[in-house]
């Protein structure tokens, strides 16, 4: 069984810029959550989509935005870039049916914005 | 500050050491969990408890959920350097049913 795949792998933009990220789930699994990983702040959540719905939502400005397609793959966007907005950008995907269920990690994207 | 605190933040050992990371709240969790991240991957789940008191294995490996389940511990024995990583906590804030991770424990163990 594949993992979860993102990409890209890195990414370099300016300030100001935006960027997409893509992320493709286990087959199977219909949830598929968005984490920010930095040495400051650790891994914070960014939102979770289940069957092409925005289910939970983290503490995030509204820059940041996602979607998921029909076949469970899900895309991320930053739009207006922030210096503070470099970090690695991790997907996990799981059955989706509780909380409590292991989620499958990608191994992320990693984003610096010059 | 974070929901889940983890202790201590870095740890370097020497390989057969023994070493417990502690991960605490203030809070009440339905469940915890313990990841290992490896440099360059995501973080993979070692266990899930999620009952107060509960005590899980896994090899050399120790996991227990505090009985007023607000806390949790990793006990690893005889350490070895596969064991070196970051190691995060996460759980399942009850009554919010929200997940939350720790601050996380970076784990060096030297051969």
């Known amino acids: 069984k594949a993992g979860v795949t993102q990409t890209p792998r890195y990414l370099i933009k300016t300030r100001g810029q935006q960027v997409t990220l893509s992320c493709s789930p286990i087959?199977?699994?219909?949830?598929v959550s968005w984490y920010q990983q930095t040495p400051g702040q650790g891994l914070q959540f960014l939102f979770e989509?289940?069957?092409?719905?925005?289910?939970n939502k983290g503490n995030f400005p509204g820059r940041f935005s996602g979607r998921q397609f029909s076949n469970s793959r899900s895309e991320m966007n930053v739009s207006t870039l922030e210096l503070g907005d470099s970090a690695l950008y991790l997907c996990?995907?799981?059955?989706?049916?509780?909380?409590?269920?292991?989620?499958?990690f990608g191994p992320g994207t990693r984003l610096t914005v010059l | 500050t974070q929901l889940l605190e983890q202790s201590p933040q870095f740890l370097s050992i020497q390989e057969g050491e023994n070493l417990t990371v502690y991960c605490n709240s203030s809070?009440?969790?339905?469940?915890l969990q313990w990841y290992r991240q490896e440099p360059g991957e995501g973080p993979v789940l070692l266990v899930t408890?999620?009952?107060?008191?509960e005590v899980k294995k896994l090899k050399r490996l120790t996991f227990q959920f505090g009985d007023a389940r607000k806390d949790s511990s990793l006990h690893i024995t005889a350490a070895q350097p596969g064991d070196t990583g970051l190691y995060l906590c996460?759980?399942?804030?009850?009554?919010?049913?929200?997940?939350?991770f720790g601050s996380g424990t970076k784990l060096n163990v030297k051969p």
């Open positions: 996990a995907s799981s059955t989706g049916t509780s909380l409590k269920d292991e989620q499958f």
């Open positions: 087959s199977g699994h219909r949830s």
């Open positions: 989509y289940f069957s092409e719905t925005q289910r």
């Open positions: 809070s009440v969790f339905s469940s």
């Open positions: 408890v999620v009952t107060g008191g």
């Open positions: 996460a759980g399942v804030l009850m009554d919010f049913n929200k997940f939350y």
